[in-house]
């Protein structure tokens, strides 16, 4: 696909948070493979990380994510397999389990947070700490908005 001259020049705010989603989702998941996480996909990674350190539950999961909930329940079923997750009370029923993060998930979003900090520090580095600093706290208060659309489709 070939990007119009203008378009690279004159980039809308969609092109340039996917462009930073990308190169930062890039890196996390090359970290992850690196470490030996190469079965955790983008999917799972975005079901994982809104897990939260206490158990939870698939509905409270499918609230959070909004995201089909047979598509929740695939997703949960493949992070127990891979031992991400881990069922409690025994339940392997993935549509209305409870679910805690793994030994391995923990392992996994360590790495994550520190693919995610040295991306955060590059970004800081190449535009200025004032400059990051002032993004953030833009992305920042844009971020309710988001959560509050996200859930009104």
Do not use: C
């Not at 809104?50 to 329940?73: K, N, Y």
């Not at 991400?84 to 389990?97: E, F, I």
């Amino acid at each position: 696909m070939t990007i119009p001259a203008e378009a690279e020049s004159n980039p809308n705010i969609g092109s340039l948070l996917s462009a930073s989603y990308h190169l930062m989702m890039g890196r996390i998941l090359g970290d992850l493979s690196a470490a030996g996480h190469k079965d955790l996909t983008k999917t799972a990674l975005h079901v994982l990380v809104r897990m939260g350190s206490q158990p939870t539950t698939a509905d409270v999961l499918w609230q959070r994510l909004q995201i089909p909930r047979q598509i929740l329940a695939n997703l949960l079923g493949l992070l127990a397999e891979n031992e991400y997750v881990s069922a409690l009370d025994n339940s392997r029923q993935t549509n209305s389990g409870s679910f805690q993060i793994a030994e391995r998930g923990i392992a996994a979003l360590k790495i994550v947070e520190s693919a995610q900090s040295k991306v955060e520090a590059e970004w800081a580095a190449d535009i200025g700490e004032e400059s990051y600093a002032k993004l953030r706290r833009g992305l920042l208060a844009l971020f309710p908005a988001a959560l509050r659309q996200s859930t009104h489709k």
